[in-house]
């Protein structure tokens, strides 16, 4: 081979070698600097859960678990276990948003929920849950939900993420 080819190929080596290493150094800098993340306002920063305000419910009968969740016996949504554990919100006849987003109705800063992952909604007098297309999915008594809205009985678990909550009378 003439010392031309010779020193053309040594110069395309050197230059695939350059981009292979300017390859792992942008990789690097994207795994260690992610993208960039907004502030949280004041109320959403200090762990508050963000729910819109629920009218009072008229006297609640008591009902059995694994009835069907009626309007007239579910007043709340318990949080049993997860960063709000213990959480307790009042449900009025408004559908609500569940996910890392602060417009959503129940607020999970969580790394295993999306920004909009699950939606709790009212359907005739029956309270059904409803997976957003969400990554890692919404649960319902340890079942994976597709994207049409599931009835929820009353004591049944659902779990968002790394948060598992139920409904109660």
Do not use: C
């Amino acid at each position: 081979m003439s010392e031309l080819v010779l020193l053309l190929l040594r110069i395309g080596f050197l230059v695939l070698l350059w981009f292979f290493v300017f390859g792992v150094v942008y990789s690097l800098r994207a795994d260690l600097f992610g993208v960039k993340v907004r502030k949280l306002p004041a109320e959403a920063a200090s762990g508050a859960p963000v729910a819109a305000p629920a009218p009072a419910p008229k006297a609640p009968r008591a009902a059995k678990p694994g009835s069907p969740a009626t309007t007239s016996t579910v007043s709340t949504l318990v949080i049993t276990s997860g960063p709000k554990a213990g959480l307790e919100l009042p449900l009025g006849t408004e559908a609500m948003t569940i996910g890392r987003s602060s417009e959503s109705g129940l607020v999970i800063r969580d790394d295993y929920t999306s920004s909009h992952h699950a939606r709790l909604l009212l359907r005739g007098d029956a309270w059904a849950i409803q997976d957003l297309d969400s990554t890692n999915g919404t649960f319902l008594g340890g079942k994976r939900l597709g994207g049409t809205p599931t009835p929820i009985s009353i004591g049944d678990t659902i779990k968002v993420g790394a948060t598992t909550f139920e409904l109660r009378a």
